[in-house]
């Protein structure tokens, strides 16, 4: 398994989506959660005239995207980790795919400088 180091754009964007795809499934529950909780709240306090408190949730909301696409690599490496897994190689590659590679063993010629 390849864990990225760094931010995680596909949590952000589809939250729920990602973490199903990693078979993460407490984090299914808690996005999910999270979200439809805020956005309920948003819509009774556009729906009460309370402009101010749907502002001060929408801001919640988006510093709670972006804290989970700071943090969401960080937690699925714990998660993993205390499924069993043991982190057995950090690296340094310039795609996903190289990684990939080095985490199944295969070993790609570099291409040669003209």
């Known amino acids: ?7 995680c754009w596909p949590v952000v964007i589809a939250g729920p989506v990602w973490a199903c795809y990693k078979r993460f499934w407490p984090a299914v529950l808690v996005i999910s959660g999270v979200i439809v909780g805020l956005r309920f709240g948003i819509r009774g306090a556009v729906d009460s005239g309370l402009p101010i408190v749907a502002d001060a949730l ?15 690599n960080l937690l699925l490496t714990s998660y ?35």
């Open 80 to 114: 993993v980790v205390s499924r069993g897994y043991k982190i057995t190689e950090y690296v340094q590659v310039d795609s996903l795919d190289a990684a990939r590679d080095i985490a199944k063993g295969v070993v790609r010629p570099s291409p040669e400088k003209k």
């Open 58 to 72: 929408f801001v919640a909301y988006a510093v709670f995207l972006y804290l989970l696409g700071r943090n969401a």
């Open 1 to 7: 398994m390849v864990i990225k180091k760094g931010f």
